[in-house]
């Protein structure tokens, strides 16, 4: 299957900092990729769809502000976390939606833990 | 509106099969899925069902869906110690045809 990358795997940060965690489709072109949270021993939550070249589309209750997601190519978004503070810790997970040859499928990276402290 | 249900936790002796249950309520779902967790890492796809049909099986894997009572289940055999992860079901629909609406996850524990 397709691969997707999640740079870093894991970050500490200090509350108020930013941090920008990136999501890479390695062998093939992905228009659009999903950004997901995922709460300890919880389900993922969708929280934006990054469609290439336009604004992403947020999910209610997330802050566009907060999170900000920019997918500036066909293989790279990146979410950034502004302003971190502990509530923010969680496990990001990003997925890449592939249309080669037809199919309609997502490749889900392996994400990415991020620590507010 | 989107609800997919799993139980929590499941116990299997090495050898026996698994079988995890997930139920849903959007009767418009167009795929369902099964992905697999390890611990720390992202989700795996294991295998997926087109909603028009009642079963598939590949390999160990065996999906059957019970469209009427929208009903999943996924049977593992002969499950192995490899198999400890968590297990969402999942589905699309034709009204979010790109959103993927996950299940809590089924925690497998293989016992010896």
């Known amino acids: 299957g397709a691969v997707v990358s999640q740079h870093p795997s894991r970050v500490i940060c200090k509350s108020g900092t930013s941090v920008k965690i990136e999501c890479r489709s390695l062998d093939f072109q992905a228009t659009t990729m999903f950004w997901y949270r995922q709460f300890p021993k919880k389900s993922l939550m969708l929280m934006a769809t990054?469609?290439?070249?336009?604004?992403?589309?947020?999910e209610q209750g997330v802050e566009k502000d907060k999170f900000l997601i920019n997918h500036a190519s066909l293989t790279l978004s990146t979410l950034t976390v502004t302003s971190a503070h502990p509530e923010d810790s969680s496990f990001y997970i990003c997925?890449?939606?592939?249309?080669?040859?037809?199919?309609?499928?997502?490749?889900f990276g392996p994400g990415t833990r991020l620590t507010v402290l | 509106g989107e609800d997919v249900e799993q139980s929590l936790f499941l116990s299997v002796r090495e050898g026996d099969s698994s079988v995890i249950n997930c139920t849903y309520t959007?009767?418009?779902?167009?795929?369902l899925y099964w992905y697999k967790q390890e611990p720390g890492a992202g989700l795996q796809l294991l295998t997926y069902?087109?909603?028009?049909?009642d079963m598939k099986q590949d390999q160990r894997l065996t999906v059957l869906l019970n469209k009427k009572d929208k009903h999943l289940s996924l049977r593992i055999a002969d499950t192995q110690t490899g198999d400890s992860a968590i297990y969402f079901c999942a589905e699309t629909t034709y009204s979010s045809a790109s959103k993927i609406i996950f299940g809590s996850g089924t925690r497998l524990s293989i016992r010896p």
């Open positions: 069902i087109f909603s028009n049909m």
């Open positions: 990054s469609n290439e070249g336009s604004k992403a589309t947020y």
């Open positions: 959007d009767s418009s779902s167009t795929y």
């Open positions: 997925s890449a939606r592939s249309i080669a040859g037809g199919r309609n499928e997502q490749f």
